[in-house]
């Protein structure tokens, strides 16, 4: 891939939802949800992290990966799906580069204090597992690949993402199986944060 600059700039979390890719690039099949993307929403947020990797725990941090609360100055969070898969996609920007590479590099210290743990959500109940691992860069700039599995309310999960922080802004896309399905990989979730980060240097641009 060629390489893409550092995402720079302060855009709100409405702003953020144009970085999110539309339906078309995914195959035929997936829709977006009617209730559109999440967004910390139309004004920039400042303040400590609600929720701090270091210390929160493991079930908190499945439940709260894609909302906002993690001291990120504007956020969104969009899916796509189809039957028992989906596609993910999240920009998490911050007030410094190093905010947001300290988000990533947090993350994956905390997979690796999640090997195996329970979990309540919407009324149902499991165990899932958290791993990851130092990933190939995309468009230069350094990633985590991410992995969740496990069972919740006896269906089972496979959620396979990657992080990416460039500049100001940490990004993650990826593929999500529900009720024993494999998470989807086509398009790569490599290829999907590509794309939200080119799109981010466009939106940025025109800000």
Do not use: W
């Not at 189809?82 to 988000?103: G, H, I, K, N, P």
């Not at 700039?141 to 500049?167: I, Y």
């Amino acid at each position: 891939m060629t390489p893409l600059a550092a995402a720079s700039g302060q855009l709100s979390g409405t702003q953020l939802e144009s970085v999110l890719l539309p339906v078309s690039n995914f195959p035929d099949g997936y829709a977006s949800p009617t209730t559109g993307p999440i967004t910390s929403g139309d004004s920039l947020t400042s303040g400590a992290a609600t929720y701090k990797l270091a210390t929160m725990s493991c079930a908190t941090f499945v439940q709260k990966l894609g909302a906002v609360g993690f001291g990120e100055t504007a956020m969104v969070s969009g899916s796509v799906s189809a039957l028992y898969q989906a596609f993910d996609e999240l920009v998490y920007q911050f007030a410094t580069a190093a905010e947001a590479s300290s988000f990533v590099s947090g993350i994956q210290q905390l997979a690796g204090r999640c090997g195996s743990f329970s979990v309540k959500a919407n009324g149902a109940s499991g165990t899932l597992s958290l791993k990851a691992s130092t990933g190939a860069p995309v468009g230069g700039h350094p990633t985590v690949n991410f992995g969740e599995t496990g069972t919740l309310g006896g269906n089972k999960v496979n959620l396979d993402l990657v992080f990416c922080a460039s500049g100001v802004d940490a990004f993650a896309a990826g593929g999500v199986g529900s009720a024993g399905s494999a998470a989807p990989n086509v398009p790569t979730k490599e290829t999907i944060v590509y794309d939200l980060m080119r799109r981010q240097l466009a939106v940025a641009e025109l800000d």
